[in-house]
């Protein structure tokens, strides 16, 4: 069984840092690929930034130079690093897991996610 667990959220000000963590446990996890999702209010559950745990990366345009998605392999943990944040960040944020080494931006393709944590940006 499959477990995600987010941690790290919060309420930060417009241009300063959070950073998620996401416990990975249940699976050896090399051949898998993990991402974050968000999701705001009355929108879609959105791309984020995806990783293999070889270290392959990819943000979507609105995060990239400002989001860092890093894996520590021993320690079974996908982290996100969230600089220069702004409250159009504002949303939920989702780890998830497919069994594929094939990167992928759709959340239909992820089997596996978290129960959420809350980040708010505020202006």
Do not use: H
Not at 44 to 57: D, K, L, N, P, Q
Not at 91 to 112: E, F, M, N
Request: glycine residues 8%; proline residues 2%; charged residues 20%.
């Amino acid at each position: 069984q499959v477990q995600l667990v987010e941690s790290g959220g919060g309420l930060v000000q417009a241009g300063g840092s959070l950073r998620l963590s996401c416990a990975a446990s249940g699976r050896t996890f090399s051949s898998y690929t993990m991402a974050w999702f968000r999701q705001a209010p009355g929108k879609e559950r959105e791309f984020v930034a995806a990783i293999r745990w070889s270290g392959m990366t990819d943000y979507a345009d609105s995060v990239k130079g400002r989001f860092t998605i890093s894996t520590d392999n021993a320690k079974n943990t996908v982290t996100l690093q969230m600089n220069s944040l702004q409250p159009e960040d504002t949303a939920v944020y989702y780890c998830a897991a497919r069994p594929s080494w094939l990167l992928s931006r759709t959340k239909d393709a992820y089997d596996y996610w978290g129960q959420g944590t809350q980040v708010t940006v505020s202006s």
